[in-house]
């Protein structure tokens, strides 16, 4: 393979021990085939990749690729048939009689796991294992691609979906090679912030002291020495008694209420996450060698937003963040994105009032200088609420001014809710769709336009109705934002990815072979990135941060003017001053 006949794609797979590569030019036709030892499949790709640069054509990024990067060997793109064949089985834009939408193997491909919470590498399972998830051997596989392909070639939009299926099976490299290179994580300093915040950890097992003392205060004020304080039940009966009609024990409800019990048990709830989401058993089962290597699951979401299934990998408490620090001779850049959501909904809407009002500041300061709105407050809550569904209280009173303000965004969202109420489907710019109502929702639907339908049929379906429309209404929005961030992402790897490497003596070996001298990215959340990079390096990584953000936006929305804002950061820790 190679040379003047380098392959557009090559199509993987494994079978009896052995993997056999199927090369194909750009028109899908088979230009040859080769059986790779296991043992030389590193060494095998790494020549291939290096010589020509296909795009690599696998069944599961996180098998295939893990073995790839954690003996150092990077590929630059790849097709993800598991990922891909997801989005193309659902999207409007797909013919309704393409191959790809019948039932197959491929609906049941679910990432398959080991108890470690990672995906397993290649022939960890042995080959009656793979059923459990999408079939492994080559011909499956260039099957499916055939089937990828040709539902692409034949939809309503192939660019945006070709764009689509590349961006998702590009964050499919990223997560595994994030989680290769991992989070830098001070474990000292994350056991200081422990102790400071809940206490010393007891030898002999029991809550830290802080916490202890916070639970003895809201049972002090209960009235109660023995009331549950982890148990929902148990601790609503216990807030009847002392007439805190509470109906959850969620903060911002809790929050609503004058009650002496309310303060220290905010404080309780807030100790005890710390402890039970990120205490010292976190740290101890997913930090190592000065690294936190959560388990990333693109596509994990409906909307395309990311997943994890270990560590949790979407979150990052703010008390934490001074625990993520740089190795010597290294540093973070962190960069997140001003009001992500809302500046897309001026994209896709080509709202050029509310593209105006985020032009070069604060999106919500724009509207308040629009007249819209009087506050940045007011602001916020009107957007979130236009967004969301919000049709009562302050948001409900402010989402009108915003229609007469920004009336082309405004009808975008309210035409995706009473798609969703109607039980229709919505997608995302590039043609991810929502799933369609359960069997359950339609059912209710139908009951309610009986004669002999009940006032509590009636009212069900109308709630079930503005509930399915709150979430397409949404599913528009978030959705295309994760599209979004995915071109973002994969300009990004491609950039630094170019910068050239330190020497030896600067490397950080415990970021693995792969990424020990170069910038890498270390850590996303949705609008979020986290960049590890050696010093001498960050302001250029720190530039291709921002020129990555633009590109992706010209990707995405072509010539329409409209900016993401970032707020970028060179620093040793990730702590936001």
Sequence with gaps: MGGSDAPAWVVLGRENGTVTAVA????????????????????????????????????DTPQWYAVLIDAGARVARCHDLRLCHAILRDSVLVDPSAPVKDRSAWDAAAQVETDAGRAPALFELDESAGAAGPPADVESALAEFARQRDAISGSAQPGRLRLLTAAESAGALIAVEMRAAGLPWDAVEHDRILVETLGERPPGGGPPARLAESAARVRAALGDPTASLDSQPKLLRALHRVGVLVESTSRWELAQQRHPVIEPLLEYKKLSRLLSANGWVWLEEWVADGRFRPVFVPGGVVTGRWASSGGGALQLPRQLRQAVRADPGWRLVVADVAQLEPRVLAAISHDTALAAAARGRDLYTGIVESGAVATRHEAKIAILGAMYGATTGEPGRLVPRLRRAYPRAMGLVDDAARTGEDGGVVSTWLGRSSPPPSAAWSAAQSRATEAEASGADETRARRWARDRGRFTRNFVVQGTAAEWALAWLADLRGRLASLPPVDHERAAPRSGIAFARRPHLAFFLHDEVIVHTPQEHADAAAQAVTDAAAQAARLLFGDFPLDF?????????ALKE
């Design 565 to 573: 804002r970032l707020d970028v950061r060179i620093a040793e820790t």
């Design 24 to 59: 194909l030019d750009a028109a899908g036709d088979e230009l040859g085939r080769e059986s790779i030892a296991v043992s030389e499949l590193v060494s095998w790709v790494a020549d291939l990749e290096g010589r020509s640069a296909p795009r690599w054509v696998w069944h």
